[in-house]
T-cell receptor
């Protein structure tokens, strides 16, 4: 079936460097995507979203890029901090009930 | 404004026991969802509801039941607990804008 997946299960970056987390999706009809951050023992926390009519969206230290041609989504975190260490999920919205379909996640480890 | 509240936070069940995971939201959201998350995995949709009195199956509904008698509450019922239902369960809601997740219920079936 349709699914959302991630390329890298674990990403280690040094504090202060930029991080890039990638996601491939397969449902070409999806028109809304969200990146979530999940810390240990907590629920998913919204980071940033993007609609399919956009290629790029920026937030505070985060940027999401959407390439519909190759069905690829990325999350860029600038000046990565220890507090950014977590698991990051991309999710796509499908259907009239706005159901979220999650990928398996990428663990971001920030080293000092 | 508490957002989405889930109870209990932790529970250990014996095989064959039943329980209800509670979920309440105070944001007047029409859409509510139940997800389960196995270790190292993403969230999978169990059931969802687009409004009071309306529920539908998600990706992994077997072994679960839900009801939605009010806008605020969306309980998830396990009738005959099995070890395969050991997981962390998240409830979420949306009113058409962002999604709000509860803090989760960690369930272990032994």
């Amino acid at each position: 079936g349709e699914s959302v997946g991630l390329h890298l299960p674990t990403l280690s970056v040094q504090e202060g460097d930029n991080s890039i987390i990638n996601c491939a999706y397969s449902n070409s009809a999806s028109d809304y995507f969200i990146w979530y951050k999940q810390e240990s023992g907590k629920g998913p926390q919204f980071i940033i979203d993007i609609r399919s009519n956009m290629d790029k969206r920026q937030g505070q230290r985060v940027t999401v890029l959407l390439n519909k041609t190759v069905k690829h989504l990325s999350l860029q975190i600038a000046a990565t901090q220890p507090g950014d260490s977590a698991v990051y999920f991309c999710a796509e919205i499908t259907g009239t009930a706005s159901k979220l379909t999650f990928g398996t996640g990428t663990r971001l480890q920030v080293t000092l | 404004n508490a957002g989405v509240t889930q109870t209990p936070k932790f529970r250990i069940l014996k095989i064959g026991q039943s329980m209800t995971l509670q979920c309440t939201q105070d944001m007047n959201h029409n859409y509510m969802y139940w997800y389960r998350q196995d270790p190292g995995m993403g969230l999978k949709l169990i059931y969802y509801s687009v409004g009071a009195g309306i529920t539908d199956k998600g990706e992994v509904p077997n072994g679960y039941n839900v009801s939605r008698s009010t806008t605020e509450d969306f309980p998830l019922r396990l009738e005959l607990a099995a070890p395969s239902q050991t997981s962390v369960y998240f409830c979420a809601s949306t009113g058409g804008g962002g999604y709000t997740f509860g803090s989760g219920t960690r369930l272990t079936v032994v």
